[in-house]
């Protein structure tokens, strides 16, 4: 008679099918009902994967308390200063959520936003000039450094970043005259020539990032210094680099971008959804997958519907319309998404993360996409440093200090990214960062001071690292 027992590796009895365990519901839906589905759900939350279901709790929990406690939190004009408020950090979020999926830490994220600021704001005020207002000796150190970075690109092999330091070099010595387009463009190259360089130096120079990026965080914050003086301001006298953080959408616009989100979200969840099941591959039950994409619709059309109404407070002025900054954040959603999800990059970074001795046998090239992520990281804080810098409408030298980056790396963090590597996803920082811009738009609200404000904070950052630990370890047991 044959045996049809499962083979066995070494007299162990045969492992589970783990090639079966999806991401949220998923299951095989030729042999589980919705409810078998949503009982795997919760035998994995119990089993210490949660995700970002912590962080959506939390989230949900905070809106209805500020809206108990303050007359002003559910309004119009609050929710959508909300969008606005938590824009920057939460763009310097997802940056680093590249850098935490390998387990490293990137601590000049903030004052590296902070000198892309001060960049275009000096480029800006001096009319293009930027040798007259930095002076020979400190113009000469900038674009030395951009050379550096150029240098470092080739070096690495990572080729779409050495266009950034051309271009910066390129705006800086033929002197182009002051566009908003123009300085936010430099504001980006910058931001990718720094993390250039500090990717070099953790990967092929072998430093800890954590002491890396530490140095370079009192270096850039020196830089800043320089560049706008101890005590000056720079004013971002421009109409659209103030809009960027200020501005809306008009009203038809916003509806096209609703149905340009919302129908392409669904197109793609749904069209991956079909495919899957006609090739019989493993999928979530479709009930769950349509419900999942009707709420996520429904809610965009609610928010869409209350943001085209006037939420200004005087009778001379008219506010409607989606912020700048939602479009702004849903397009490197979608990108970075994509990138860590359907790209060969992607699953190189989660499996470095997960066992970078494993993945370097695997043939993956390990220190060029160490370098890499810190290239995306410093990127990402440059396109925060503008939307920041145009909330307030100036640059200091406090920009991207203080705060800042203690904020992003907690943004990332309380959405449901590991600091120990291997597990995040870029929704996490835009999660995380709506969980602690409504902390502190709440408190504010509720005329809390300062310090009330970080040690709750503090708090809730230490829970959420509290939670990841907790169901790493119980995640580890349950195998």
Known sequence: MTDTTPATTAGRPPQP??????????????????????????????????????????????VVLFGLLSESFLTLGNLANLLAQGAGVTIIAMGLVFVLLLGEIDLSA???????????????????????????GVFLVFGLMLLVALGLAVLRRIWAAGVAPVLALAITLLGVGPDPW????????????????TGFLVSRIGIPSFVVTLALFLAWQGVIL?????????????????????????????????????????????????????????????????????????????????????????????????????????????????????????????????????????????????????VVSATLAAIGAIVYSSKVGSVDPNAGGGTVLLY????????????????????????????????NNGLGLLKQPAAVVLVVTGIVLLLAASVDALSRRRAATSR
């Open 226 to 374: 320089q560049f706008i003086g101890d005590g000056g301001t720079l004013a971002l006298q421009n109409d659209t680099l103030f809009a960027v953080a200020n501005g809306n959408l008009s009203i038809p616009a916003s509806w096209v971008l609703f149905v340009l989100a919302a129908g392409g979200y669904a197109a793609v969840v749904l069209g991956r959804h079909f495919r899957r099941m006609r090739r019989g591959l493993v999928t979530q039950p479709t009930p769950l997958m349509c419900t999942k994409v009707a709420v996520t619709v429904v809610l965009a059309a609610v928010g869409t519907a209350l943001l085209s109404l006037n939420r200004s407070q005087s009778s001379l002025i008219t506010i409607t319309g989606v912020p700048y900054v939602v479009p702004i954040v849903l397009v490197l959603l979608v990108v970075g998404s994509y990138v860590l999800d359907r790209t060969s990059y992607g699953r190189h970074i989660y499996a470095i993360g997960g066992n970078a001795e494993a993945a370097r046998r695997a043939g993956i090239n390990v220190p060029r996409v160490r370098a890499s992520v810190f």
């Open 17 to 62: 099918d783990r090639d079966r365990v999806m991401t949220d519901f998923g299951i095989d839906t030729t042999s589980r009902r919705t409810s078998e589905a949503l009982r795997d759900y919760a035998a994995r939350v119990k089993g210490g994967d949660l995700g970002s279901l912590p962080a959506l709790l939390g989230l949900i929990v905070l």
């Open 110 to 136: 903030g004052t590296a936003s902070g000198v892309t600021a001060a960049v275009m704001a000096l480029h800006l005020v001096s009319g293009g000039n930027m040798l007259g207002r930095m002076g020979l």
């Open 408 to 439: 992003a790396v907690g943004a990332a963090v309380i959405g449901g990214t590991s600091l120990f590597g291997g597990r995040g996803r870029m929704s996490n920082a835009v999660i995380g960062g709506a969980v602690l811009a409504i902390v």
């Open 182 to 197: 123009v300085e936010m463009l430099l504001a980006v190259c910058v931001g990718t020539s720094i993390g250039l360089l």
